[in-house]
């Protein structure tokens, strides 16, 4: 079984940061694709940042310039650097990740608890 934990949410300032943390554990073979997303209240999750095996990654529009993501496969784990925060970025976390749990199986996709992100003076 995989699980996913999200790690270093809270509450900010607007113009602070963040650093957000995603560690992949249990049986893992591979690790693909990682990212984020994000659900503010009423609305409807949202792709923020995504990073593949190459490191290639993408960015939401609304958060280019600000976020970085970055990973560790050594440690299974996925970042997001969160700067220039603002009430906007108010929302839940979720952590996302493409992971093969061994070499018969095919990889599928696990999701975080998600972790709770506010902006506010």
């Known amino acids: 079984q995989v699980h996913l934990v999200e790690s270093g949410g809270g509450l900010v300032q607007p113009g602070g940061s963040l650093r957000l943390s995603c560690a992949a554990s249990g049986s893992i073979f591979r690790v693909n694709a990682m990212g984020w997303y994000r659900q503010a209240p009423g609305k409807q999750r949202e792709f923020v940042a995504r990073?593949?095996?190459?490191?290639?990654?993408n960015y939401a529009d609304s958060v280019k310039g600000r976020f970085t993501i970055s990973r560790d496969d050594a440690k299974n784990t996925v970042y997001l650097q969160m700067n220039s925060l603002k009430p906007e970025d108010t929302a839940v976390y979720y952590c996302?990740?493409?992971?093969?749990?061994?070499?018969?199986?095919?990889?599928?996709?696990?999701w975080g608890q998600g972790t709770q992100v506010t902006v506010s003076s």
């Open positions: 990073i593949g095996r190459a490191v290639s990654t």
């Open positions: 996302n990740a493409d992971i093969a749990p061994s070499i018969l199986v095919r990889s599928s996709d696990y």
